[in-house]
Nanobody, 115 residues
Framework: QVQLVESGGGLVQPGGSLRLSCAAS????????MGWYRQAPGKQRELVAT???????NYANAVKGRFTISRDNVLNTVYLQMDSLKAEDTAVYYCNSDHPGIRYWGRGIQVTVSS
């Protein structure tokens, strides 16, 4: 079992920045990738960014150039630096960890971009 706890969400104005963190605990030795997804009201959950143990990154087109995913393998923590935020980035953001045969999810954290 792995527990994922997100932090750092909140309300920010358009053009502003936020940094999300996700700390993993439990059977973290089997993690081979971590990432972030988001779900806006009335929409399906969608990929935001992922990062492997080796540091390979993948971003959704909608966030390329604005968001940066990073990871501290010692602390088992993944970060999402979000800059130049837009109203359409408003969503619940979920952290995930990938293991052989299973994916774990955090409970999610709200990010609201509004003036």
């Amino acid at each position: 079992q792995v527990q994922l706890v997100e932090s750092g969400g909140g309300l920010v104005q358009p053009g502003g920045s936020l940094r999300l963190s996700c700390a993993a605990s439990g059977s973290t030795f089997s993690i081979y990738a971590m990432g972030w997804y988001r779900q806006a009201p009335g929409k399906q959950r969608e990929l935001v960014a992922t990062i492997t143990n080796g540091g390979a990154r993948n971003y959704a087109n909608a966030v390329k150039g604005r968001f940066t995913i990073s990871r501290d393998n010692v602390l088992n923590t993944v970060y999402l630096q979000m800059d130049s935020l837009k109203a359409e980035d408003t969503a619940v953001y979920y952290c995930n960890s990938d293991h052989p045969g299973i994916r774990y999810w955090g409970r999610g954290i709200q990010v609201t971009v509004s003036s």
